[in-house]
Protein backbone atom coordinates (compact mmCIF):
# COMPACT_ATOMS: atom_id res chain seq x y z
CA UNK A 1 0.00 0.00 0.00
CA UNK A 2 1.07 3.34 -0.78
CA UNK A 3 1.47 5.72 2.24
CA UNK A 4 1.12 9.45 1.67
CA UNK A 5 5.05 9.81 1.71
CA UNK A 6 5.36 7.60 -0.69
CA UNK A 7 2.25 9.19 -2.72
CA UNK A 8 4.31 13.11 -1.98
CA UNK A 9 7.40 11.45 -3.62
CA UNK A 10 6.16 10.17 -6.64
CA UNK A 11 4.07 13.26 -7.24
CA UNK A 12 7.53 15.45 -7.32
CA UNK A 13 9.31 12.74 -9.51
CA UNK A 14 6.46 12.33 -11.89
CA UNK A 15 6.26 16.45 -11.77
CA UNK A 16 10.23 16.47 -12.01
CA UNK A 17 9.37 14.49 -14.86
CA UNK A 18 6.87 16.17 -16.74
CA UNK A 19 8.32 19.63 -16.70
CA UNK A 20 12.11 18.56 -17.72
CA UNK A 21 15.20 18.54 -15.11
CA UNK A 22 18.94 18.53 -15.74
CA UNK A 23 21.31 16.09 -13.99
CA UNK A 24 25.15 15.62 -13.20
CA UNK A 25 26.58 12.63 -15.36
CA UNK A 26 29.52 11.45 -14.45
CA UNK A 27 32.53 8.87 -16.42
CA UNK A 28 35.38 8.06 -14.41
CA UNK A 29 38.20 5.95 -16.16
CA UNK A 30 40.20 3.62 -13.97
CA UNK A 31 43.72 1.82 -14.48
CA UNK A 32 45.64 -0.96 -12.82
CA UNK A 33 49.55 -0.88 -12.18
CA UNK A 34 49.23 -4.27 -12.45
CA UNK A 35 48.06 -8.14 -12.07
CA UNK A 36 46.36 -7.65 -8.43
CA UNK A 37 46.90 -4.16 -7.94
CA UNK A 38 44.07 -1.35 -6.82
CA UNK A 39 42.44 0.22 -9.52
CA UNK A 40 43.32 3.94 -9.27
CA UNK A 41 41.08 6.51 -10.78
CA UNK A 42 42.92 8.92 -13.55
CA UNK A 43 40.13 10.86 -15.07
CA UNK A 44 36.54 11.88 -13.46
CA UNK A 45 34.33 14.18 -16.18
CA UNK A 46 31.03 15.63 -15.15
CA UNK A 47 28.93 17.07 -17.25
CA UNK A 48 25.37 18.56 -17.11
CA UNK A 49 23.04 16.37 -19.20
CA UNK A 50 19.45 18.07 -19.68
CA UNK A 51 16.30 15.66 -20.28
CA UNK A 52 13.62 16.87 -21.76
CA UNK A 53 9.98 16.85 -20.77
CA UNK A 54 8.11 13.79 -21.05
CA UNK A 55 4.57 14.01 -22.44
CA UNK A 56 3.50 10.89 -20.82
CA UNK A 57 4.68 12.07 -17.07
CA UNK A 58 2.88 15.41 -18.28
CA UNK A 59 -0.80 13.47 -19.20
CA UNK A 60 -0.26 11.35 -16.68
CA UNK A 61 0.05 14.18 -13.90
CA UNK A 62 -2.57 16.41 -15.61
CA UNK A 63 -4.94 13.29 -15.27
CA UNK A 64 -4.22 12.94 -11.51
CA UNK A 65 -4.34 16.63 -10.63
CA UNK A 66 -8.03 16.90 -12.17
CA UNK A 67 -9.18 13.79 -10.44
CA UNK A 68 -8.30 14.56 -7.20
CA UNK A 69 -9.16 18.05 -7.78
CA UNK A 70 -12.76 16.47 -8.90
CA UNK A 71 -13.05 14.07 -6.38
CA UNK A 72 -11.38 16.97 -3.30
CA UNK A 73 -14.78 18.96 -4.44
CA UNK A 74 -17.24 17.28 -5.75
CA UNK A 75 -19.38 16.61 -2.33
CA UNK A 76 -18.92 20.58 -1.33
CA UNK A 77 -21.87 22.74 -1.22
CA UNK A 78 -21.70 25.89 -3.35
CA UNK A 79 -21.20 27.87 -0.19
CA UNK A 80 -18.31 25.50 0.84
CA UNK A 81 -16.40 26.21 -2.94
CA UNK A 82 -17.09 29.70 -2.72
CA UNK A 83 -15.40 29.91 0.90
CA UNK A 84 -12.74 27.69 -0.50
CA UNK A 85 -12.15 29.93 -3.67
CA UNK A 86 -11.40 32.83 -1.52
CA UNK A 87 -9.04 30.80 0.33
CA UNK A 88 -7.53 30.03 -2.31
CA UNK A 89 -7.11 33.90 -3.64
CA UNK A 90 -5.75 34.82 -0.70
CA UNK A 91 -3.02 32.69 -0.39
CA UNK A 92 -2.09 33.49 -4.02
CA UNK A 93 -2.05 37.00 -2.76
CA UNK A 94 0.22 35.78 -0.30
CA UNK A 95 2.62 34.80 -2.51
CA UNK A 96 2.06 31.27 -1.08
CA UNK A 97 1.74 27.74 -2.36
CA UNK A 98 -2.05 26.46 -2.43
Known sequence: ???SKDNEKLSKT???????????EVVEEYISEGEGAEMRLVK???TKKHM???I???????ES????SV???????TEELLHRREEILSEIA?????
Open 65 to 68: STLS
Open 1 to 3: MID
Open 44 to 46: KKV
Open 52 to 54: PPD
Open 71 to 77: DKYADMS
Open 56 to 62: SAAKALL
Open 94 to 98: KGGNV
Open 14 to 24: LFKKAIGYTVD
